[in-house]
């Protein structure tokens, strides 16, 4: 049983930062991999970043240069450091663990980007 729990979300103005958190408990020792999707109100879900168990990352171009991901083993906790905010990165904001093709999906943060 895996669950992710993320927190972070709330309003920020253009320009802003933010840092989402992603805790993870479970069977976190088979995670393949760990990244962010979004979902914007009326669009359809898609991927922002991700970042492997030997550290490697990427991103999606919309986001590449602002956004960061990180991890903590220790603290079991993902985080997605979010910079030079638009009002288009507004969205709900999902946790994602892959074990081989199982993926595994948090509740959601929202992140609202406006003035």
């Known amino acids: 049983q895996v669950q992710l729990v993320e927190s972070g979300g709330g309003l920020v103005q253009p320009g802003g930062s933010l840092r989402l958190s992603c805790a993870a408990s479970?069977?976190?020792?088979?995670?393949?991999?760990m990244g962010w999707y979004r979902q914007a109100p009326g669009a359809q879900r898609e991927w922002v970043t991700a970042?492997?168990?030997?550290?490697?990352?990427n991103y999606a171009d919309s986001v590449k240069g602002r956004f960061t991901i990180s991890g903590d083993n220790a603290k079991n906790t993902a985080y997605l450091q979010m910079n030079s905010l638009k009002p288009e990165d507004t969205a709900v904001y999902y946790c994602?663990?892959?074990?081989?093709?199982?993926?595994?999906w948090g509740k959601g943060t929202l992140v609202t980007v406006s003035s």
């Open positions: 994602n663990a892959a074990i081989g093709s199982k993926h595994y």
């Open positions: 479970g069977d976190i020792l088979r995670f393949s991999a």
């Open positions: 970042i492997t168990h030997t550290g490697s990352t």
